[in-house]
């Protein structure tokens, strides 16, 4: 029974995940802010992405990473990530001395979620800013799940 559990818990997770990334291609930047750019909207990003950790890929990393998120109103949202050996978790404050700090809009940081914005693309295109450890903002994606691109 365990692994039959295992295996809906994973298909469930799939099907929201599939349904967050249709959600964000479809949503406007103001309802994507208002609804999943909510704090209860950012826990349950959070929360996921805690969840989807790969403890592998994080090559002996342990630490803090920061995130500075920009609402529409000029309000800045802070969400740290720590990630120890064997797993990530996140919370809403500010890390106070982060390897990494991120900053972006929350509405493209929701995008890059839902990997309808490439990391790479946003960086260069002045939407994404980062401060500290660049290996690690490289290896970020793995970390959480995303794919390697080839």
């Known amino acids: 029974m365990g692994a039959l559990s295992t ?5 469930a997770r799939a099907r929201a995940r599939q349904a967050f990334q249709a959600f964000v291609r479809r949503a406007s930047d103001a309802r994507l802010e208002r609804i999943a750019g909510s704090d209860a909207g950012l826990r349950v990003v959070f929360a996921a992405m805690a ?9 002996g990393f342990a630490g803090e990473v920061r995130y500075d998120l920009a609402r529409r109103d000029g309000r800045v949202v802070h969400w740290t990530v720590r990630i120890d050996p064997d797993r990530a978790t996140a919370r809403p404050e500010r890390a106070v001395t982060p390897a990494l700090t991120l900053k972006m809009t929350v509405v ?13 693309r946003a960086l260069l295109t002045g939407r994404l800013d980062l401060a500290g ?7 970020l994606g793995q970390m959480f799940g995303e794919p390697v691109a080839l």
């Open 7 to 11: 295996r809906l818990r994973a298909v």
């Open 51 to 59: 969840r989807a950790y790969e403890p592998g890929e994080a090559h």
């Open 133 to 139: 450890d660049f290996a690690l903002a490289q290896r």
């Open 108 to 120: 493209d940081f929701l995008r890059m979620a839902a990997r309808d914005l490439d990391a790479g």
